[in-house]
Nanobody, 120 residues
Framework: QVQLVESGGGLVQPGESLRLSCVASGSIFNIGIMRWYVQAPGKERELVAGISSGGSTNYADSVKGRFTISRDNAKNTVYLQMNNLKPEDTAIYLC??????????????WGQGTQVTVSS
C-alpha cells in the first residue's frame, strides 16, 4: 500500500508565499515523476508542475517564475514553493506520483489534497 500526504496549505494574502510538501510512504520500490495539480471549483484538474527523479522540471505557463518544484529522493518528498501568490491560485493542490511497488508494478498515486486560499 502506498500513500501520498500533502501539507502546507492555508490562507494567505496576495503577494505572500507558501511551501507545500507531499510525502510518499508505504511499500515503495522506486518513484518516477512527481507532480502537483490544482483543482479549482467548477474547473478541471490542471497540472501545475512536474519533476523527474533526476530533477528535470516543467511548469504551467501561469506559474512560471513564481512557483518552484523540488524533491528530496531520500525522503520520498516533493515540494512546491509558491511565491507572489494571486487570488486565482486559490484551489486544492494535489500531489501525484508514478510509483513502482515492485520492479514491474508501476501505478499513479494521488494524495487527498491541501487547500490554498489567496484572499485579502
Amino acid at each position: 500500500q502506498v500513500q501520498l500526504v500533502e501539507s502546507g496549505g492555508g490562507l494567505v494574502q496576495p503577494g505572500e508565499s507558501l511551501r507545500l510538501s507531499c510525502v510518499a510512504s508505504g511499500s515503495i520500490f522506486n518513484i518516477g515523476i512527481m507532480r502537483w495539480y490544482v483543482q479549482a471549483p467548477g474547473k478541471e484538474r490542471e497540472l501545475v508542475a512536474g519533476i523527474s527523479s533526476g530533477g528535470s522540471t516543467n511548469y504551467a505557463d501561469s506559474v512560471k517564475g513564481r512557483f518552484t518544484i523540488s524533491r528530496d529522493n531520500a525522503k520520498n518528498t516533493v515540494y512546491l514553493q509558491m511565491n507572489n501568490l494571486k487570488p486565482e491560485d486559490t484551489a486544492i493542490y494535489l500531489c501525484n506520483a508514478d510509483i513502482w511497488r515492485r520492479p514491474t508494478s508501476l501505478a499513479k498515486y494521488w494524495g487527498q489534497g491541501t487547500q490554498v486560499t489567496v484572499s485579502s
